[in-house]
């Protein structure tokens, strides 16, 4: 029980701006709790940005445009901007047109070039008219913006065991000696399993959650090449960034499938 609430806390404290005051043992079991828990942080966080929109649209005449953008702040506010960062810098790096050696180099600079810039800028207008769409021509649902967050999150755990790390060192080579890839994978099962069954009573069996599910894989098989060719593996900033890509695939998925 106490490895499992170090690993909630763990989750909360790596991946959320939380406080989280306590000094937390790093080890294999702890480590592997943490990605196992994640999807469901990224489902609570939703369920709270979802309570707000309901709170606004309920007991005030919010527009579109203010709804969208508590959205997109708020996922913003909760990450700590953890993942839009990793975009950042995935940008630069990859923009930059240099040998792998040199894009890992910048992957690692904490400096932010134009290219990151324009990169982040672009992702972050891309969110924000895709929901506004989303809300204007009445295809939002509350359940979407709990479901989002915590199926990215399924798929970045399996991108993540599915790669080598582009450098032997840094934070993410460190969480990748420590993971049981066995155990993982069985959580990462069933939290889908459990999350399917549960929108699908909530959809009232829809196909869409199917079809986000394909869109996913076929996404994130896709990134996986992406960084295999131009980074020669995994990294934290790549792990950042593609959640926050593979959102705004997915909200565009429901834009033009809902």
């Not at 480590?31 to 469901?40: Q, S």
């Not at 700590?80 to 940008?91: A, K, P, Q, R, V």
């Not at 359940?143 to 399924?154: D, G, H, Y």
């Amino acid at each position: 029980m106490k490895t499992i609430w170090h690993s909630v806390l763990l989750a909360f404290q790596f991946f959320t701006v939380l406080p989280v005051h306590k000094e937390i043992p790093l080890s294999k079991s702890t480590i592997t709790g943490m990605f196992a828990f994640l999807p469901w942080v990224g489902a609570l966080m939703g369920a709270i940005v979802a309570g707000s929109i309901y709170s606004l649209t309920t007991w005030t005449a919010s527009s579109e445009i203010l709804l969208t953008f508590v959205i997109v702040g708020l996922f913003a506010l909760f990450t700590g901007g953890l993942h839009l960062d990793g975009f950042i810098d995935m940008g630069d790096a990859y923009f930059s047109y240099r040998d792998r050696e040199k894009r890992l180099e910048i992957l690692d600079d904490p400096r932010v070039g134009a290219f990151g810039v324009m990169s982040v800028l672009f992702l972050v207008l891309g969110k924000f008219v895709v929901l506004h769409e989303l809300i204007v021509q009445d295809k939002f649902a509350l359940w979407m913006l709990v479901f989002i967050p915590l199926l990215t999150r399924v798929g970045m755990s399996f991108y993540f065991l599915s790669l080598k790390c582009s450098k032997e060192k840094g934070l993410a080579y460190f969480f990748k000696t420590q993971l049981n890839h066995r155990t993982l994978t069985c959580f990462m099962l069933m939290t889908l399993v459990l999350a399917y069954c549960t929108v699908l009573v909530v959809t009232g069996l829809s196909i869409l959650p199917v079809v986000l599910m394909a869109v996913l894989i076929v996404a994130f098989i896709l990134f996986r090449q992406f960084t295999l060719r131009n980074f020669g593996g995994v990294s934290g900033d790549l792990l950042g960034a593609s959640i926050e890509g593979m959102e705004v695939v997915l909200w565009l998925t429901l834009l033009l499938c809902a």
